[in-house]
């Protein structure tokens, strides 16, 4: 089992920046490929960003490119999103999710990649 715990969020304006971590604990972080995901109000869990666990490769969405870094420290056991010029359309709440992966690129972008999740940690981004 992994346990997660994001942390980080909170309010801030549009333009402004906000660092996310998620805190794992319960198995060999450094094995384990991680993403973040978000969802609005009234809509479905979008994808946000992944990172393999070498921290090596790494993917974002498209609405978040340019202004998101995903991060890690395996020392730390910890994953990081870094996130600049926010806009009031990143409010949501944003959530860490993890996989056990063997290689050491692979990052999932889907949900269904993920096995474990956090609780999550509401951003909301005023204008």
């Known amino acids: 089992q992994v346990q997660l715990v994001e942390s980080g969020g909170g309010l801030v304006q549009a333009g402004g920046s906000l660092r996310l971590s998620c805190a794992a604990s319960?198995?060999?972080?450094?094995?384990?490929?991680m993403g973040w995901f978000r969802q609005a109000p009234g809509k479905e869990r979008e994808f946000v960003a992944a990172?393999?666990?070498?921290?090596?490769?790494?993917d974002y969405a498209d609405s978040v490119k340019g202004r998101f870094t995903i991060s890690r420290d395996n020392a730390k056991n910890t994953q990081y999103l870094q996130m600049n010029s926010l806009k009031p359309e990143d409010t949501a709440v944003y959530y860490c999710?993890?996989?056990?992966?063997?290689?050491?690129?692979?990052?999932?972008?889907?949900?269904?990649?993920?096995?474990?999740w956090g609780q999550g940690t509401q951003v909301t981004v005023s204008s």
């Open positions: 999710a993890a996989r056990f992966s063997q290689s050491s690129t692979w990052y999932g972008s889907q949900e269904t990649h993920y096995d474990y």
């Open positions: 319960g198995r060999i972080f450094s094995t384990y490929a």
């Open positions: 990172i393999s666990w070498s921290g090596g490769s790494s």
